[in-house]
């Protein structure tokens, strides 16, 4: 009887944790997920998996909002990086240089936002495309509203810096000459 209860707990802790944090999940997923708004809801989905199997393991777990995201972002950099691999693959076989240049465009930007520090992505993504204030991702992150502003001023200018910078083709070309 007692495991019952527990349960029920942890699937009441669950479905709270769904209510309050699932659509600004979703909304930060959806950056990485491209703009596929089905790839960002199996993103918040998988991360409340793991919040489940959190909750099971430990009772006591108390979730923080900053477990939640740093979950959802490595799900969904495990996913960005299984699809250019799939993306470079399908590149190999594929006659279209169009569609080599539309990835590699999209490439090159996920690039620039990767090579920043997680914390100042992190940051740049909640601000500008989970299009959160700076008070609500302080909130997110357990941070003071002044460290996300701070946060924001370097990831902006590490943003434009890297933007210059030439950055290695995402699919270099072998050595071979072509003819």
């Known amino acids: 009887m ?8 942890v699937e009441d802790r669950l ?7 699932g659509d600004r999940l979703i909304r930060f997923a959806y950056v990485y997920a491209g703009g596929d708004r089905h790839l960002a809801q199996d993103i918040a989905q ?4 793991r919040s489940l199997e959190k909750m099971r393991r430990h009772a006591d777990a108390e979730i923080r909002p900053s ?8 799900v969904a950099l495990d996913e960005v990086r299984r699809r250019e691999r799939q993306g470079r693959a399908l590149l190999r076989v594929s006659p279209g240089p169009a569609a080599a240049e539309d990835l590699s465009d999209g490439l090159v930007v ?5 090579s920043l520090p997680d914390t100042d992505r992190t940051c740049l993504l909640l601000f500008y495309f989970a299009d959160q ?3 609500e991702v302080a909130a997110e992150l357990d941070v003071s509203v002044a460290v996300v502003k ?3 001023h370097r990831a902006r200018q590490r943003f434009a810096a890297a933007w210059k910078e030439p950055l290695p083709h995402p699919n270099p070309p072998s050595g ?3 003819s």
């Not at 477990?67 to 490595?74: E, G, H, I, K």
């Open 133 to 135: 204030t700076a008070e």
């Open 67 to 74: 477990w939640l995201f740093t979950v959802a972002r490595n």
């Open 176 to 178: 071979g000459v072509q």
């Open 46 to 49: 998988e991360t409340f998996v």
């Open 15 to 21: 479905a709270h944790l769904m209510t309050t944090w």
């Open 110 to 114: 996920r690039q620039v936002v990767n």
């Open 2 to 9: 007692l495991q019952g209860r527990s349960e029920l707990a």
């Open 150 to 152: 701070s946060r924001l």
